[in-house]
């Protein structure tokens, strides 16, 4: 198979087999991560800028890794210190950087179909490291690739996705991944954090974990994401940790092997203490270290190629 795409935008529109061929790519890239030099110079002579307009630790660090590591040049953007608190546009913004002769953006934007509107202008490759609550596309890969390194597949599991749907672009881009590699998907949050129609993605609601959780094969909980809730969606936060914090009594409902996931950053005692964060049935750190092979699959397909 060849990966023909352009850009990376999303997981709504990637088919099954072009998300299991990322996938067969990233595991060549994750045995380099192994070796006592971590570096092939598969993107030698590609410059890379990495466009962030929001806060980002894992994400802008997995990214600039996975470019360094392939050999890549590496430009950082920071919209604090830039033309755009001038009042310049994003596009504009991008066709400026572009002039200076590069060969892929990696945008996180606020606003959903940011990405997009890049990819539809511009020529260089464009890979959406998340726009506002609508994707995150290399989130879910990274996540598709621990589930099947732990499990062996993604097929007939039973996964439940716990915490704030609404305004989760993990959520999103999850429900559309799994759901084509044949998962069944759960969601289960307060009613005023889960999407109007969300049904109609496939999913299946709850709104208690004890019915949630039983036998599942994953439990992925979510950050409260305060920056983006609108004021009176929880009556207050101990009411959330007493009714959706994942507990160990509550993960008894889960199978035996269940694994524990989280896209990061956790907020300890609130989606689920320590002791479970860090306990043998999470693979957090996984998910972390799997991002930098998913991440220099991604780069490789796009620009590689060319």
């Not at 045995?31 to 894992?58: A, H, M």
Request: glycine residues 6%; proline residues 5%; hydrophobic residues 45%.
């Amino acid at each position: 198979m060849v990966f023909k795409r352009k850009d990376l935008l999303g997981m709504e529109d990637l088919s099954k087999e072009e998300i299991l061929f990322i996938l067969k790519t990233a595991e060549s890239f994750r045995e380099v991560l192994e070796r006592p030099i971590r570096k092939v110079p598969t993107l030698r002579g590609k410059t890379v800028v990495n466009l962030f307009f929001e806060p980002s630790t894992r994400t802008r660090m997995s990214f600039e890794l996975a470019e360094k590591r392939l050999n890549a040049d590496v430009l950082n953007f920071s919209s604090s210190n830039s033309s755009v608190i001038k009042g310049e546009t994003l596009l504009d913004t991008a066709r400026n950087i572009l002039a200076m002769k590069v060969d892929c953006l990696v945008l996180r934007h606020p606003t959903p179909g940011a990405p997009h509107l890049l990819a539809k202008k511009l020529p260089v490759s464009v890979i959406n490291a998340g726009d506002g609550a609508h994707e995150h596309p290399t989130q879910a890969l990274l996540d598709l690739y621990t589930i099947r390194e732990r499990k062996g597949g993604v097929e007939g599991l039973k996964i439940v996705i716990i915490g704030d749907i609404a305004h989760s672009r993990v959520a999103r881009s999850n429900i559309w991944a799994l759901q084509k590699l044949g998962a069944e998907v759960r969601v289960c949050a307060p009613p005023t954090l889960i999407p109007p129609l969300i049904e109609k993605m496939g999913v299946k609601v709850f709104y208690s974990q004890e019915d949630a959780l039983k036998e599942v094969d994953i439990v992925m909980m979510l950050r409260i994401q305060k920056e983006r809730q609108n004021t009176g969606l929880l009556p207050s936060l101990s009411e959330y940790i007493e009714l959706f914090s994942l507990t160990e009594e509550r993960l008894g409902l889960a199978k035996d092997d269940a694994l524990i996931m989280h896209p990061g950053p956790v907020n300890r005692g609130i989606e689920l203490p320590a002791k479970l964060a860090d306990g043998k049935r999470s693979v957090i750190l996984n998910q972390v270290t799997n991002g930098v092979a998913v991440r220099m699959a991604v780069l490789y397909l796009l620009l590689g190629k060319s």
